[in-house]
């Protein structure tokens, strides 16, 4: 039976589970829904899927690399909500309690990150790897043995389904992305 390595993208759950899961607090007002939703998360991870490998990947607290490159890079983004910003803290803790660690690099983001772990294990013909994530980039490394697993939907997305929701294979997600424009990174297109 092959290992599975599950790779989750920081980010991109908390901003997730904080606005999948109706805002409550704590009696003294604490916000605490995004803490409650990836706790469920997580406990469903280990006991439905059973990973044997778990890597929680968040960006640099500095900015990235590629703001020196392109100054408007991310630059329409909003702050954090106020609401979110005490419960990351309290997630964190909740990881650490769980003996989960999160891997964080200076100036790169959780992308840069989870590319190197799937170029890393990719080879390992004894291991299937999970990117769990909703960024479209990461459909660029989707292979024979890695995946994209939205868990929200239990959907895992295969190499067949790339074409079906992209128009183009895994191979040319970057160039698709690149002619066409990445709204979400305010990257622009080719006109």
């Given at each position: 039976?092959?290992?599975?390595?599950?790779?989750?993208?920081?980010?991109?759950?908390?901003?997730?589970?904080?606005?999948?899961?109706?805002?409550?607090?704590?009696?003294?007002?604490?916000?605490?829904?995004?803490?409650?939703?990836?706790?469920?998360?997580?406990?469903?991870?280990?006991?439905?899927?059973?990973?044997?490998?778990?890597?929680?990947?968040?960006?640099?607290?500095?900015?990235?690399?590629?703001?020196?490159?392109?100054?408007?890079?991310?630059?329409?983004?909003?702050?954090?909500?106020?609401?979110?910003?005490?419960?990351?803290?309290?997630?964190?803790?909740?990881?650490?309690?769980?003996?989960?660690?999160?891997?964080?690099?200076?100036?790169?983001?959780?992308?840069?990150?989870?590319?190197?772990?799937?170029?890393?294990?990719?080879?390992?013909?004894?291991?299937?790897?999970?990117?769990?994530s909703w960024d479209?980039?990461?459909?660029?490394?989707?292979?024979?043995?890695?995946?994209?697993?939205?868990?929200?939907?239990?959907?895992?997305?295969?190499?067949?389904?790339?074409?079906?929701?992209?128009?183009?294979?895994?191979?040319?997600?970057?160039?698709?992305?690149?002619i066409c424009w990445d709204?979400?990174?305010?990257?622009?297109?080719?006109?």
């Amino acid at each position: 039976m092959k290992q599975k390595i599950y790779i989750i993208d920081w980010n991109n759950f908390l901003y997730r589970v904080f606005y999948a899961v109706p805002p409550f607090t704590l009696k003294d007002w604490t916000p605490v829904n995004a803490v409650f939703g990836m706790a469920k998360i997580i406990k469903n991870l280990f006991e439905q899927d059973k990973p044997d490998y778990l890597f929680y990947v968040m960006d640099s607290k500095e900015k990235s690399f590629r703001a020196e490159v392109y100054e408007h890079y991310k630059a329409h983004r909003p702050k954090m909500p106020e609401e979110l910003i005490p419960q990351t803290g309290l997630i964190k803790t909740l990881l650490e309690k769980m003996t989960i660690k999160l891997l964080m690099i200076p100036w790169f983001e959780a992308d840069d990150i989870i590319g190197t772990l799937v170029k890393k294990f990719e080879n390992e013909k004894d291991k299937e790897i999970f990117i769990l994530s909703w960024d479209k980039d990461l459909y660029q490394f989707i292979s024979d043995n890695v995946f994209v697993y939205d868990t929200m939907k239990k959907k895992i997305f295969k190499k067949e389904d790339v074409p079906e929701k992209f128009w183009v294979s895994a191979e040319f997600i970057v160039d698709y992305l690149a002619i066409c424009w990445d709204t979400s990174d305010n990257i622009p297109g080719i006109p």
